[in-house]
């Protein structure tokens, strides 16, 4: 069974500093990954996948992931954090087959970042 | 390009009670998936449509929800009756088609008393 996991249940980091938010990742198959975030009283929105290709992935608001199969990982980055991006960030994975087509979530990771 | 459309956007109801989400997705959006997000969770998939056909709805708990997509446009997700445990964010998302990029409307937040 696909699944992925976010360990950290909140992240802290100063504004302009460098920010991580993990994911591992456990399927079958190829992975197709995807970082989305949420906002307060507001849906998800798409931030980044991986699909194939570059394992360092960019995506939106100047964020990135990079992509590690033998660690099984696929870690949100920033290289600095703006007070803006705070936010609840979920990373998950496509389940895709003849009869599916999900997106398996992690439960998420509440980034704070301090001014 | 409009979004995904929700509504209502807010619901509080007492147990017991019907209630019912509405959705519009992306013009042109052949495939879309109904999500309940538990508080402190990440969403997880209750029903997914490809047109008006209802392909996967394993995950939907038949004895009080129902949803349809007449026409294979818009959708409707109904509880009767509502119990306090629903008391979720309804996400809708859809996709031009199956495996294509998602795209998340807003979501309705119920809250059950």
């Known amino acids: 069974a696909q699944s992925v996991a976010q360990p950290e249940d909140q992240v802290n980091v100063a504004e302009g500093n460098p920010l991580t938010v993990k994911c591992t990742y456990s399927?079958?198959?190829?992975?197709?990954l995807f970082w989305y975030v949420q906002y307060p009283n507001r849906g998800l929105q798409f931030l980044l996948k991986?699909?194939?290709?570059?394992?360092l992935v960019k995506g939106s608001y100047g964020f990135e992931a990079e992509f590690n199969k033998s660690q099984t990982s696929f870690h949100l980055k920033k290289p600095s954090a703006l007070v803006s991006d705070s936010a609840l960030y979920f990373c998950?994975?496509?389940?895709?087959?003849?009869?599916?087509?999900?997106?398996?979530f992690g439960t998420g990771t509440r980034l704070q970042v301090f001014p | 390009e409009a979004g995904v459309v929700q509504s209502p956007r807010y619901k509080i109801i007492e147990k017991k009670q019907p209630v019912a989400f509405w959705c519009n997705p992306i013009?042109?959006?052949?495939?879309l998936y109904w999500y309940r997000q538990n508080l402190g969770q990440g969403p997880e998939l209750l029903i997914r449509?490809?047109?008006?056909?209802?392909?996967?709805d394993s995950q939907l708990p038949k004895d009080r929800f129902s949803a349809e997509r007449l026409k294979g446009v818009d959708s409707t997700l109904k509880i009767q009756p509502a119990e306090l445990g629903d008391s979720a964010v309804y996400l809708c998302?859809?996709?031009?088609?199956?495996?294509?990029?998602?795209?998340f409307g807003p979501g309705t937040r119920l809250t059950v008393l």
């Open positions: 998302a859809s996709s031009l088609d199956s495996g294509a990029s998602m795209v």
């Open positions: 399927v079958s198959g190829n992975p197709y």
């Open positions: 991986y699909i194939t290709g570059d394992n």
């Open positions: 998950a994975v496509r389940d895709l087959g003849r009869n599916t087509d999900k997106l398996i």
């Open positions: 013009s042109g959006h052949n495939t």
């Open positions: 449509y490809e047109n008006e056909e209802a392909v996967d």
